[in-house]
């Protein structure tokens, strides 16, 4: 579930309908007060590997879903929603180096704390 989907077909009661089932397995599997952090879709238009008009397009679907995430989860309390900022490619020969993926620890390690946090103080 992500990116793909906001480029391809997939409707907003199927992403909600994929969600739900992702959630439930997850829940029945992980152990009492474990957390379940989920990564917004970024913004397709900051990958420069997808040409600009099917990206603008998919944008707008990636906004759907993620609000679509948001109510889901929002009464949820194990459950926590997270986004960041893609940023820009690295030059080659890779689209994003390593201090690409340390600037996203540095974005989401807040949340995730907090939400690590929460999830100890309630369980």
Do not use: C, K
């Not at 199927?14 to 029945?28: D, G, P, V």
């Not at 998919?58 to 889901?72: D, G, I, L, S």
């Amino acid at each position: 579930m992500g990116v793909n989907d906001a480029f391809g077909f997939t409707s907003r009661r199927n992403w909600r309908q994929s969600l739900l089932a992702t959630l439930r397995l997850l829940q029945e599997r992980m152990l009492p007060g474990g957390q379940v952090f989920l990564i917004a879709i970024a913004d397709p238009t900051a990958f420069p590997l997808f040409r600009r008009r099917p990206a603008r397009r998919a944008e707008a679907r990636a906004h759907a879903f993620n609000r679509e995430t948001r109510r889901v989860v929002q009464n949820e309390p194990n459950v926590t929603t997270l986004e960041f900022e893609i940023g820009h490619a690295s030059p080659e020969p890779r689209l994003y180096d390593a201090m690409s993926y340390q600037r996203w620890a540095r974005q989401l390690s807040p949340a995730l704390v907090e939400g690590l946090l929460r999830s100890r103080s309630q369980g």
